[in-house]
């Protein structure tokens, strides 16, 4: 392996993914950098400029005149830090959420367009070898809570929710398989009918996997309110802080979306899910014991008013 040996790697894989082909209209009216910035904004929504500046590694000076430029064209707002006044958060407008998601929309289609032409045999050999290039170059470091990024669902996410839940529920809690039929419900009636305006599943990612996820629900037992359901973290990325992101995303969504309140059902026996609720603010409001998914479990409702925890 020489540096060469990697430079034209480089140049080949640049080349492949159309990172300077701006005839393709990747990123344009944005240069690369610019859509990076506008990605992890999108991912990370209440980002100090200085915690930008670390994460993408980028000069202070240069990242001020993009941000300067993005607030000329009404996608950023900038003001004081919730954690420290000195320091600026950066926050996307409406119109620079929809242009986030614009860019990401066009990166995915670019991206599916190319993995289109690689065999199906060929795909499992790809992601291994994609997987050793991270982690030898990462210097075998451990994932930070700033390498997760919360995203919509892609082709595929939706299974991996049924997946995952059956098996860790399986296999951590000895549920049987009236759970897995339980979630594929869910699930597929999401799939099947469900409201961007007022729906949505977010899948928490890490070096290009899904790690976990949760879904904001319509409760048409309750007018108003919100139902949160199928929060799950995988247990190698656990200690990172996805879970609250993942109810706080909810909840920002649910309060933004016209939500009176979420609301959602779970066990008594899964406590770090019930420590997360109330670091958000959910109520415990009434449980029940009952027999399912083949265990004896105490079933809890809780609640969180938007109302009350309005900023």
Not at 263 to 277: E, F, K, Q, S
Request: net charge neutral; proline share 5%.
């Amino acid at each position: 392996m020489t540096v060469q040996d990697i430079r034209s790697f480089n140049r080949f894989y640049t080349k492949v993914i159309g990172a300077l082909d701006y005839g393709r209209r990747l990123y344009a009216p944005y240069t690369l950098t610019e859509s990076r910035v506008l990605y992890e904004l999108a991912h990370a929504p209440r980002t100090d400029a200085a915690d930008l500046r670390t994460q993408l590694h980028l000069d202070a000076g240069y990242l001020t005149r993009i941000l300067n430029k993005f607030e000329e064209d009404g996608l950023v707002e900038r003001g004081p830090s919730e954690t420290d006044p000195r320091r600026r958060r950066i926050t996307l407008t409406a119109s620079g959420r929809e242009t986030a998601a614009l860019l990401d929309e066009r990166a995915r289609q670019s991206v599916g367009a190319m993995l289109a032409t690689v065999r199906a045999a060929d795909r499992p050999r790809l992601a291994d070898a994609l997987r050793t290039v991270r982690t030898i170059l990462g210097d075998g470091r451990a994932p930070r809570p700033e390498d997760v990024v919360l995203r919509d669902p892609a082709p595929g996410d939706l299974g991996w929710i049924v997946q995952r839940n059956a098996a860790l529920y399986a296999a951590e809690y000895g549920f049987d398989t009236d759970y897995e039929a339980l979630v594929a419900r869910i699930v597929a009636d999401y799939g099947e009918d469900h409201d961007p305006r007022r729906e949505r599943t977010w899948i928490a990612e890490l070096d290009g996997r899904p790690v976990g996820c949760v879904m904001c629900v319509r409760d048409d037992a309750k007018p108003g309110a919100a139902r949160l359901r199928l929060l799950l973290v995988e247990p190698d990325a656990r200690g990172l802080g996805i879970g609250d992101r993942l109810v706080g995303a909810l909840v920002d969504f649910a309060r933004e979306a016209g939500y009176r309140e979420v609301v959602l059902w779970t066990n008594d026996i899964l406590a770090a899910a019930r420590r997360i609720y109330r670091r958000h603010g959910f109520v415990l409001v009434a449980e029940k014991p009952h027999h399912s998914f083949g265990q004896d479990l105490t079933g809890q409702d809780w609640r969180l008013d938007l109302d009350a925890t309005q900023e």
